[in-house]
């Protein structure tokens, strides 16, 4: 038996992917930020850890809409509901999660090293 949905959220397709890229936008617009003050926080000597709590929120609003754009998205192309919940939820917030522990040690050697360190082509 087949499963076809009445009426496909395709709406909830586009807020997922609306979500996800406003609060990307914010991600970049806030790091940019910290990483304009890294020079004058050197004096200060200020850890990371406060540099992640102001990425917290964006990062949350994207992982709210790719979990919203991947169910829906799973839901359009024919799984139900409650499976399209259960395969896209736990993908998307453990992939969210690595890319959060990726970032946080990114930033951390960015600091350390200075943001030379991170140039492939050299």
């Known amino acids: 038996m087949y499963y076809f949905p009445e009426q496909p959220p395709y709406f ?3 807020i997922g992917f609306l979500i996800a890229l406003t609060s990307g936008l914010a991600l970049s617009g806030t790091l940019k930020v910290i990483v304009q003050q890294w020079p004058e926080d050197n004096a200060k000597s200020s850890k990371s850890a406060s540099s992640l709590k102001q990425l917290f ?5 994207i992982t709210v809409g790719v979990s919203v754009f991947l169910s ?3 839901e359009i192309f024919g799984f139900p ?3 399209a919940l259960g395969i896209g939820l736990p993908v998307s917030l ?3 999660l ?3 522990l990726q970032l946080g040690s990114l930033l951390t050697f960015a600091k350390r090293e200075g943001m ?3 140039d492939l082509d050299s």
């Open 94 to 96: 453990l992939t969210c």
């Open 57 to 61: 929120v964006p990062f949350l609003g």
């Open 72 to 74: 829906s998205g799973l």
């Open 81 to 83: 509901s409650p499976l």
């Open 12 to 14: 909830l397709l586009i």
């Open 98 to 100: 690595l890319v959060w």
């Open 116 to 118: 030379q360190a991170l």
